[in-house]
């Protein structure tokens, strides 16, 4: 990896405004930042804690 992250937009993002995220995931972790704001603040998950959050998430 040339430490490039590439973002990938959630299937629900659209152009009106909605709130929506982009994550980007790497061998180590899972980050994470606001479809609207890619500038701004993000979040990383380490994987073990992103695949608990999508079993949550699911169940």
Known sequence: MNGVLVWVK??????DGAD????????TAIHVRDSKDPQGPQLAFGT??????LLGVRG
């Open 10 to 15: 959630s299937s629900y993002s659209n152009d």
């Open 20 to 27: 929506c995220v982009e994550i980007s995931a790497t061998p």
């Open 48 to 53: 073990a804690a992103w695949s608990d959050f």
